[in-house]
């Protein structure tokens, strides 16, 4: 069975503070995601990546930066937290194959005071 | 550039009621087309996928038609459960080759007892 596993699950931080949202994939795929969730706009593109030592900007990646120091694990960095990223967040893993299925983690839910 | 368009932001349906929720979607290739479902707490997960090759896909007595002459992808199920309550997202992978999936905004679908 496909896992990929967010952490934390919850976070609350203030304006201005760092913020690191963790994903680690047992899927051994290539591929990895953090995608945003805000009502009315459905599923955005943050960053990505091919594999260890890989990042991509995806379509909104202003304040944001991702690390994929392995296989396994890729984060989310939020330098200088700002009330606007608010929001719930998604890992996902997929495969390389013309198959382009993702795999999606539980999300994680962050409020920026 | 690719793009998905989903303008039903939200379906209230009766149980046994028919299913109908509009995707439409705009891209440079010929595309491969999904529909994700997401049930309340939970990442998206793939419902069915369809391709040029095979125009349609079936999966849990839900069904999806890609029609190139109107580039819609629509979601139907003939009868729908309190269970099938979830938000239901229409993506297709994005013409750049780089294996990015391009969401729609969402439909919440809400099937009442």
């Known amino acids: 069975e496909a896992a990929v596993t967010q952490s934390p699950r919850n976070k609350v931080a203030v304006t201005g503070g760092k913020v690191t949202l963790s994903c680690n994939q047992t899927?051994?795929?290539?591929?990895m995601y953090w995608y945003r969730q805000d009502t009315g706009h459905g599923l955005r593109l943050i960053h990505y990546?091919?594999?260890?030592?890989?990042?991509e900007k995806g379509d909104i990646p202003d304040g944001y930066k991702a690390s994929r120091p392995s296989q396994e694990n890729f984060s989310l960095i939020l330098e200088l937290a700002t009330p606007s990223q608010t929001s719930v967040y998604f890992c996902?893993?997929?495969?390389?194959?013309?198959?382009?299925?993702?795999?999606f983690g539980a999300g994680t839910r962050l409020s920026v005071l | 550039g690719d793009s998905v368009t989903q303008k039903q932001g939200q379906v209230t349906l009766s149980e046994d009621d028919f299913l109908f929720i509009n995707c439409t979607y705009s891209?440079?290739?010929?595309?491969?087309l999904f529909w994700y479902v997401q049930y309340p707490g939970q990442g998206p997960q793939l419902l069915l996928k369809?391709?040029?090759?095979?125009n349609k896909g079936i999966s849990r007595g839900f069904e999806a038609t890609y029609d190139k002459g109107t580039t819609s992808f629509h979601l139907q199920k003939a009868s729908v459960q309190e269970s099938d309550s979830a938000v239901y997202f229409c993506?297709?992978?994005?013409?750049?080759?780089?294996?990015?999936?391009?969401f729609g905004s969402g439909t919440q679908l809400t099937v009442m007892p």
């Open positions: 996902a893993s997929g495969d390389r194959t013309g198959e382009n299925t993702l795999y």
């Open positions: 899927n051994n795929h290539n591929n």
């Open positions: 990546s091919y594999g260890a030592g890989s990042t």
């Open positions: 891209t440079t290739t010929y595309p491969t």
């Open positions: 369809v391709t040029t090759a095979n």
């Open positions: 993506a297709l992978v994005a013409s750049s080759g780089s294996w990015q999936l391009i």
